[in-house]
């Protein structure tokens, strides 16, 4: 089946650091990925939709300058989190839709995020 | 995008049938229902999906009445390994449409 990679699985940053997580779609290719991101005992929410060849659209509250997002080719997302902070520590999570069944995603493994 | 509501929590036992509910009353023609499987500190995984009336495949059974205002998601004879938050969508085939997740189900399932 279709699989989505994320990397890395966790990382720990100190305060005012960038953080990458990429999100590759491994046999198919998406011109389209979303990025969650998600606190502990709680849903998933949309921070982005990232689209290849043009730039991402930001859910309301999610600043598009801490949240750099890139998708460069047709199966990598790039999300980088610009001067972290603790407050920014969660577990983000991409996904990507495998074809014309648009409901029909598939999820990375997601990334846990520590800002220290 | 239709707006999903599931019971916050199910504690069952390992062996028995779990059946949880899942009420869209606003869902939309071109709509389908999709379950999706969430386990700690792991993205969500595919379940199953459907549009009317019933679909099985090898984890489970998901069954949608006439009016497609509601959905259940059934897993027969569930092990421990079946604790996980469980979340129903709604939304359309349209490609580029985010999926937007609510509460979900926690369930977790005892020895």
């Known amino acids: 089946g279709a699989v989505v990679s994320q990397h890395p699985s966790w990382v720990i940053c100190k305060s005012g650091t960038s953080v990458k997580i990429e999100c590759r779609s491994l046999?198919?290719?998406?011109?389209?990925m979303f990025w969650y991101r998600q606190f502990p005992k709680q849903s998933l929410m949309l921070m982005a939709t990232?689209?290849?060849?043009?730039?991402?659209?930001?859910e309301q509250g999610v600043e598009k300058d801490k949240f750099l997002i890139n998708h460069a080719s047709l199966t990598l997302s790039t999300l980088t989190v610009t001067s972290a902070h603790p407050e920014d520590s969660s577990f983000y999570i991409c996904?990507?839709?495998?074809?014309?069944?648009?409901?029909?995603?598939?999820f990375g493994q997601g990334t846990r995020l520590t800002v220290v | 995008l239709a707006k999903t509501t599931q019971p916050i929590s199910m504690d069952s036992y390992e062996g028995q049938e779990v059946n949880i509910t899942c009420s869209h009353n606003?869902?939309?023609?071109?709509?389908?229902i999709t379950w999706y499987q969430q386990f700690p500190s792991q993205g969500p995984r595919f379940i199953i999906q459907?549009?009317?009336t019933k679909v099985t495949n090898e984890v489970a059974s998901l069954f949608i009445p006439a009016d497609r205002k509601s959905s259940t998601l059934s897993l027969p004879r569930v092990s421990l390994s079946d604790t996980a938050v469980y979340y129903c969508?709604?939304?359309?085939?349209?490609?580029?449409?985010?999926?937007?997740f609510g509460k979900g189900t926690t369930l977790s399932v005892s020895s």
């Open positions: 996904s990507a839709p495998t074809g014309s069944k648009n409901t029909e995603a598939f």
């Open positions: 046999d198919f290719q998406a011109t389209t």
């Open positions: 990232s689209n290849e060849g043009s730039k991402a659209t930001y």
């Open positions: 606003n869902i939309a023609t071109n709509d389908y």
């Open positions: 459907g549009y009317k």
């Open positions: 969508l709604v939304g359309d085939q349209q490609a580029g449409t985010a999926l937007i």
